[in-house]
Every structure is written in C-alpha cells, then in structure tokens.
C-alpha cells in the first residue's frame, strides 16, 4: 500500500500531468485525487496519439480504470470540469467533493481586469478572487450546483477508506512551489500554497499517511507571469538552447533558466521529498529521446542526473526523455 504525492518543485509546468499519467498506469491506480489550486493549472498529457489538454481531471484519467476524484480544497470551474469530463470519456469515473469551491463568471472577470491581470500575470482562470471569496465565506460551493449532483461524494472518506482497505492512493499537485502564497516571491504567486503538505490538506490527507513525495523538475526552469527569476536568459538564447515553450493555459511564452540548485535545494527540503523526478532530459540531450534504459543514456545525460542526485541528496526516479507518458526511465524498476 503506497500513498504517492506528486507535486511541481519550481514554478509549474515541470511536466506533472505526464509523470502522474505515467504512474497511474505503470502503477495501476484504482484511485487519483487532484489537490491544488484549481483550472489555472494545465497539464498535457500525451498518451496513445492523443494529445489531452487538462485543466481540472486529474492526469491520471488515461487510465481508464482509474477513478477521478478532486478534493475539497480545490476549486472548480463547472464548465471546464464537465466539458473535460464529456471530452476525455470520463463522467462516469469523476468525483467531485460536495465542498469544492466554486469559480464563477464574476471570478473569471475580475481575474482578467486590475492587480492580478496586470502586475501578477494571473492565468485570468478565476482562481484567485474564486478563493478570496472562499475565504470571505460568500463563495458557493459544489453541493450548492444541481448540475454536479451525480458526481459529489466525500472525497476525504473515499480515500482514507482506500488506505485502511490496503489500496494505494495517487495525489496530483498543481502548479509548482515557488508558485505558493507562502513560499514564492510575494505577489507573484498564485492564491493559495501548493506544497505537499496543502495537497495533502486539499484531499484531506493527514500527513501521517503519505509514503512517497515524488518532487518533479524539469531540466531546466521556466517561469510563465511576472516576478523574480533567478539566472534567466534572453529570449534569444531560449530559442537557441531549444527551451521555447508556450503555456497551456494562457498561450503565453515561458521565461526560462538553467537548472537551478538552489531553488530544487529549497523545494526539497519544503516538500520533504523521497525522490526526483526529472523531466525533458532530451531536451538537454537529444540523444536521449524516447530512451526508456538508464543504462542507454549517454555519460553526459548520465553525469547530469548523478549531479542532481549527489547536490541534492535525493534519488532520481523517474526521467522524461519525450512526450509521450511511456517514453520515461522507471528507475524504481
Ligand atoms: P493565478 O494562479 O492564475 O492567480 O496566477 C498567479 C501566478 O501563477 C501567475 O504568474 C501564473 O502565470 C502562475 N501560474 C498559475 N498556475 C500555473 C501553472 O499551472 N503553471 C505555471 N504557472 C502558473
Ligand atoms: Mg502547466
């Protein structure tokens, strides 16, 4: 019985919704459970020649055996959830918790216009004024739609129930940690913390029950909104390295950085990290793509993951060497 955490350890878009597809399947999931902030997340999944767009299934939902459940600290768009839900087959498997907050056109509105628009770069999803109501006391909440009534259930209860029945538990953060409100750099952030231990309080986890927290890094840092960014390079030099990215969400470019140790320091030891996950090595080193053996990396795509390992103090165990969720060196194998 393993209960695995899965959480972004810079600033989003470090490739989770791969990873967590990837372990939904090789791990056969019966359950995952999203925490996180809400549908300012976006996660690309690629996975039998489609390519899925998510911003608030789980990425675990290419497993068809998998259940579906977003947790009560994560806010929910009712248009985005159920036209996902409709797109990728899986209403049948989606779990909502009856608290889940809800995002309303007013939040979308006002998420577009003034501070959060203009000098944070919000996403413009909702998120943030979504939860600043929460924490008025005024937003609404799942139970309060009758369009959800199928799908509510007491995710809290669902998985701790899986835990004492001996079954293991997938949880998938969103966004990344130095995107958090307490962590990140102040206002460029997102409205809510989104390390491992608000995931595990967005699903009602206790934090005695967590085995694995799986920190994911991509080999290099990208950085969508405005805010402090350490060691970033021009956007020049982005499309020479080949680092050019476009956000799911938004459309808008990412920043981007080298690797950088001492934030992946901060973000394992803020996450209390078992392992690493590392992603895009092909970018890095073409001669790594679609590579599923340790063994058959060259010694530089080798000596860089060694390197993370011996600054870090913190395994490796899973690599991304290209999009699709099966082309990853499982080193837990
Ligand atoms: P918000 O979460 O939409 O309020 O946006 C706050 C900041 O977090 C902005 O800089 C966004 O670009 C960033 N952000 C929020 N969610 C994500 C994500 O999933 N990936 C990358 N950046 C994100
Ligand atoms: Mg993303």
Redesign the pocket.
Known sequence: MTVTVVV?GF???EGKGKIVAYLSLSDSHSLAVRGG?GP????TVIYENQVLKLRMLPSAVVNKSTRLLIGPGVLVDPTVTLNEATKYNALDRLVIDRSCGIIEQHHINS?RSGF?SSK??????G??PANAERVLRTAKLAKDLDLFKDYLDDIPGIINSQIENGNDVLVEG???TF?SLYFGNYP????KDVTASAICSDVGLGPKKVDDVIVIFKSYVT?????PFAGEITESEIQKLGWSET????G?TRRAAPFDFNLARRSIMLNSATSIAITKLDILFPSATGMRKYDELSSDAKAFIENIENELHTSVSLIGTGPEVYDTIDRRL
């Open positions: 972004g600033y989003g878009d902030v300012n997340a976006g996660h998420d959060l944070v770069g919000s996403t413009g999803s998120t943030g969103t966004q990344g995107l460029f952030v997102t409205s950085r969508v909104g405005e805010g956000g799911t969400v938004t808008r």
